[in-house]
């Protein structure tokens, strides 16, 4: 996989990633809220997402129906490399503590996130 996936691709992979298998048209009512595009233009992005090996399709009965060869996790992840590797140790922190304010995380989160921080420390987990 590349780097990291553009945001138009971004938004087809978290649709396949909730709803696959899709046909085009499924595809197309999924997304309708998210872009405002016609027909050829997810042709285009669909074309050039197979040729990268990002979607797959079979097709059945004379149409493709589109599946992600991705796991969601695995492009998180590249996203993740790339962006940290792009900066600085305390740029890179101060990022994670304006994301992690900004998130609005329950309760239940906020302990998961102590509980993983205190793990990664090699010190003992702390209540919230």
């Known amino acids: 996989m590349r780097e990291t996936l553009s945001k138009n691709e971004w938004i087809i992979m978290e649709t396949l990633w909730q709803r696959a ?3 085009l048209s499924e595809l197309m009512v999924a997304m309708k809220t998210s872009v405002d ?3 050829s233009s997810y042709l285009t992005y669909l074309k050039r997402m197979a040729d990268q090996g990002l979607v797959g399709f079979e097709t059945v009965r004379g149409s493709r129906r589109y599946v992600p060869l991705l796991r969601r996790d695995e492009c998180v992840e590249a996203e993740s490399d790339a962006l940290l590797g792009r900066m600085s140790e305390q740029s890179a922190k101060l990022l994670l503590v304006s994301m992690v304010q900004k998130s609005g995380l329950g309760e239940t ?3 998961a996130l102590q509980e993983l921080i205190a793990r990664l420390g090699g010190g003992p987990e702390t209540e919230a």
């Open 21 to 23: 298998p899709l046909y």
């Open 37 to 39: 595009w016609n027909r």
């Open 109 to 111: 989160d906020r302990k």
